[in-house]
């Protein structure tokens, strides 16, 4: 197993102190960066963006590239066969290229959960971190019934304090690691305080397990709860063009307290980049087909959105998933959007994203533009919206 350097194993002694007295990690940081995109000497340019890029922005207590990389695969064709949620596969092995060349490229945060595949996700991107570790932001998942052993999901969330530190130590061993650097829970679960499930990760941060935590698609109430426990690092949350629910009340909450934002499906699941047409009709397996923003009677009124983005993307010189993703990154300083992908070509894309930028005026005009267009369709099927958002019980 790789060993950490010495700059983060000082890191971890600070967190390790800082947890023990209940403060955020970041606040006893001396050596933190100034809050804000922070740009050093190497900048990408280009479609293929440049190799070993060290632009980087803050999130939370963390500093990463400012485009992330989501590993959701789940098995495929074969034994060496990956797919993604929608209509994309791959293999193993071209899998773990992809992540390298990623890693290569400059990107740091990467994107995982226990629940993806199960377990597939973790060990491919394990595997493929092998060696490169200390130079990148691991980030993954626990929170769904998943048994540990089999991978069988027996029920809906479970937070329970016990089965998140026997998850915590498979994770360990799938990603070869001896720390995860951001740990969410993927849902609230609704049976269980997050007073409890704060005081747990607090606990795994002592043990210098999990270095910070986050929480995915929480209720606000919630977040406040979390953070008095443990301060909360990142929120992960669906944000796009295509979806911009935070804006009302979880990117407000998340400049209060000082926490970094995620926005997953940074591409609307493909959508944004132009892969979907208005007869476009997704196949069994495909994510996509139970989703309500994508349905026959939804899609047509919803193309003018792509149109959008394709315009402006002409005019920024620009493809139309540079366009998405560079607007999420000109939002906030401290949000780096995690878009997926299995194609080489599409990583190297969205990579050189990092390197456009809107004027005040442009983004004032397109803002203008995008609230011009009702989105038609609910952003998820009513039992996946339903996890969404969630308060956790009181603590009695
Ligand atoms: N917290 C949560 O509950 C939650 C939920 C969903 C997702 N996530 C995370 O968010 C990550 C990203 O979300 P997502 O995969 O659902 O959606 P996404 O990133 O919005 O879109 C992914 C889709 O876009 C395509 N794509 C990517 N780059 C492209 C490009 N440059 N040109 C054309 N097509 C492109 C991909 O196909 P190709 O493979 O062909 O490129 C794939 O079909 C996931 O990997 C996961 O880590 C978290």
Known sequence: MERPPREQIDRRQLLTAASALGVAPWLLSACAAPSGATRASASVSGQAGAAGSTIRRRLGP????????????????????????????????????????????????????????????????????????????????????????????RGAQNSRPEHIRQVVDGQLRRLRTDRIDLLYQHRVDPQVPIEDVAGTLKDLAVQGKVLHYGLSEPGLQTVRRAHA????????????????????????????????????????????????????????GDFRATVPRFAPDALPANMALVRLVQAWARRKNATPAQLALAWLTARKPWIVPIPGTTNLAHLEENVAAASISFSAAELTELDASLA???????????????????EAPPKR
């Open 62 to 153: 963390l500093q990463v590239f400012p485009i992330g990389l989501g590993v959701q695969w789940h098995p495929g064709r074969g034994p060496q066969g990956v797919n993604d949620l929608y209509a994309s596969s791959t293999d193993r092995s071209a899998a773990i290229a992809l992540l390298r060349r990623a890693v290569d490229l400059g990107v740091t945060l990467f994107d995982t959960a226990e629940v993806y595949g199960p377990f597939m996700s973790e060990e491919i991107l394990g595997e493929a971190l092998q060696g490169v570790r200390n130079r990148v932001t691991v980030s993954t998942k626990f929170g769904f019934d998943v048994d540990p052993r089999t991978g069988e999901r």
């Open 229 to 284: 426990v443990h301060p909360v690092a990142v929120i992960q949350n669906e944000y796009s063009m295509l979806w911009r629910g935070p804006e009302a009340q979880v990117l407000p909450l998340c400049e209060e307290l000082g926490i970094g934002f995620v926005p997953w499906s940074p591409l609307g699941m493909g959508f944004l980049a132009g892969t979907v047409s208005a007869r476009t009709r997704f196949g069994e």
């Open 372 to 390: 011009a267009i009702p989105i038609r369709g609910e952003r998820l099927s009513p039992p996946v919206l339903a996890a969404t958002g969630v």
